[in-house]
């Protein structure tokens, strides 16, 4: 059982990093990311074209695409998503949706279907022994210490730093906060650019940690909302917890059966829909 919840920790760091992006959109802008897996395994293969078009290590790699999804995440919301904006979520999810299925299929006529792992030179196969049956993978701990980086980072800023205190103004009421003199176009735009600088780490390890095909999208952003939700939306430690949860939960069900895993992940989820539909640790406006 120790191995086991270690495993759904380890399983749940690399959860945190898909659902980041996703918490960090809806705090701010209550806008549902639906690519948001899509942008992950599009992350992966602008960081696997880095490698093998240019001849990149994984580090210099890293250091090309985020800057770019930054970039990207900017002019995306800048020009595209900040006019869906509104009471209605339904356009940003119709436009979020439209993107997905534009990404998997510009992914599929570049890539093919096959599935592709990033490079890593051994660093995947390494591991540390604890016990003489349990070893932690050496890739699987330092995504567990991005995640919690990641996580501290987020709230750092959001309760710590003036850009943070724009963001709750902007999240709390956009009209005060433009009388105040706030842009909410660009401070929307800033956050969705943090948010992508997110999803490209994510990309980036979900890519080192295992093999990744156009079509994983989906799955993905499964992942992160079931997340978000347990967690609770817009709350950074929240989200955290919510996917140390549906990671031990995910291993528990592996353990007792193979075919298990991921839908002992999705009763924790139902169950939490169910009894706390707010999530664990919610930080919406009531």
Do not use: C
Request: charge should be neutral.
């Amino acid at each position: 059982m120790f191995e086991t919840i270690a495993q759904g920790l380890l399983l749940g760091a690399l959860y945190t990093l898909f659902a980041l992006g996703q918490s960090l959109m809806f705090g701010v802008m209550r806008l549902t990311n639906t690519a948001q897996g899509d942008f992950i395994i599009l992350g992966s293969f602008a960081a696997i074209a880095g490698i093998s078009v240019f001849g990149l290590s994984a580090l210099g790699t890293t250091l090309m695409v985020l800057p770019m999804a930054f970039a990207f995440g900017y002019a995306l919301q800048r020009y595209v998503l900040n006019g869906t904006l509104g009471r209605d979520p339904l356009p940003s999810l119709v436009v979020t949706f439209g993107l997905s299925i534009v990404i998997q299929n510009l992914l599929l006529e570049l890539f093919s279907a096959d599935p592709r792992s990033i490079e890593t030179g051994g660093l995947s196969s390494e591991g540390w022994a604890i016990t003489e049956s349990f070893s932690v993978g050496v890739l699987p701990f330092l995504i567990l210490l991005i995640a919690i980086a990641a996580t501290a980072a987020l709230q750092w800023l959001f309760t710590r730093t003036a850009i943070g205190r724009s963001f709750r103004a902007v999240s709390d009421d956009r009209e005060i906060a433009e009388l105040m003199g706030l842009n909410s176009g660009k401070v929307y735009a800033l956050a969705t650019a943090i948010a992508f600088v997110l999803i490209a780490v994510a990309g980036i390890l979900q890519g080192m940690r295992t093999t990744v095909s156009p079509a994983d999208g989906p799955l993905l952003l499964l992942f992160a909302f079931e997340a978000v939700i347990i967690g609770g939306m817009g709350s950074f430690w929240g989200t955290f917890v919510g996917a140390m949860i549906l990671g031990i939960a995910q291993q528990i069900g592996f353990r007792v059966d193979p075919g298990w895993g991921i839908w002992f992940g999705h009763l924790i989820f139902l169950a939490v829909l169910v009894m706390r539909p707010q999530g664990l640790f919610p930080k919406t406006r009531g």
